[in-house]
């Protein structure tokens, strides 16, 4: 087992990725301790999670656009387990409107969760593994869109671009306490997050069409990647962002998507 008897906390774990993450982690030998927005998506991760067979798994309220609540939310998991050994900061949303009609409190919504987040998590985190003197390590769920320009995503965007340069400045700070800090950098996966694209038959034939592999990419790839990066097989990797996209951004970047339909501002979601 790759990761055995390691405490691992996913941000966002009732979402499609978090899911697919804690449970690769927890089948790899993690104890999984799964924070959400609320009391209701944290009971619904713990349970699929347990239904999947994962082992003592811990479940937090925590809304990671909070400092205060990410502070209440990891000294909870500091008078549960005592330790911390793994953070994926995956926790997302996303906002789809032209920059010029996006509202500011869409702006610092986004921005909030999807970079002060991080942040806020990695110091909680970071802080007790320092303490620990044990190392750690930590992924940050960034997105191609923090690699490149995705037009009506500004505020998403930025903030994935900003996650992508704080994971290169955590990867130092965090360095001499000997943890590890990368990102993730997924294609476009399907999950609650991006359903609506799917409904939609047209793009998503542009997408099998343009993207090298799209059709083999899923949530699972994902978790692979994590997994990769917080075992000891990457021990050397630190301050890294890995694109698992399917070789979409390598061969001609969004371009090669539908235009028509993903760069529509007219989606909410
Ligand atoms: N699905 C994709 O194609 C894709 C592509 C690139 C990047 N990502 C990134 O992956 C991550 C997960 O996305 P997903 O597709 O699984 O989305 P999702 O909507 O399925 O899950 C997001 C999760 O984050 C939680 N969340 C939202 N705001 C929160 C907050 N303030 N505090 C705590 N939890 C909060 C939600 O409750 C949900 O469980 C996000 O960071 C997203 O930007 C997704």
Request: proline share 3%.
């Amino acid at each position: 087992m790759l990761i055995k008897d390691k405490i691992a906390v996913v941000t966002g774990a009732s979402g499609g990725l978090g899911m697919a993450i804690s449970k690769t982690l927890a089948e790899h030998g993690a104890r999984i301790v799964a924070m959400d927005l609320n009391a209701e998506k944290v009971a619904q991760a713990c349970a699929e999670l347990e239904k999947a067979g994962a082992k003592g798994v811990v479940g937090i309220v925590a809304d990671v656009s909070s400092a205060a609540s990410v502070a209440d939310a990891f000294a909870a998991l500091k008078a549960k387990t005592g330790k911390l050994d793994i953070l994926v900061n995956n926790a997302g949303v996303r906002e789809i409107k032209n920059a010029l009609d996006l509202e500011p409190a869409e702006w610092d919504r986004v921005i909030a969760t999807n970079l002060s987040g991080p942040f806020y998590c990695t110091r909680e985190a970071g802080r007790m593994m320092r303490d620990a003197g044990a190392g750690g390590t930590i992924v940050n769920i960034a997105s191609v869109a923090g690699l490149t320009a995705i037009s009506h995503r500004p505020a998403y965007s930025a903030a994935k671009h900003g996650l992508v340069g704080l994971t290169k400045n955590l990867a130092r700070d965090l360095a001499p306490f000997s943890i590890r800090v990368n990102a993730v950098a997924p294609g476009l996966v399907r999950t609650p997050l991006t359903e609506s694209y799917f409904q939609d038959e047209g793009f998503y034939q542009g997408l099998r069409e343009n993207v090298p592999f799209y059709s083999r990419g899923g949530g699972q790839d994902v978790a692979n990647a994590v997994l990769y990066l917080v075992s000891p097989l990457a021990d050397f990797v630190n301050g890294i962002t890995l694109p698992v996209d399917g070789g979409w951004l390598a061969e001609k970047g969004y371009a090669s998507a539908n235009a028509t339909n993903f760069y529509s501002a007219d989606r909410s979601t």
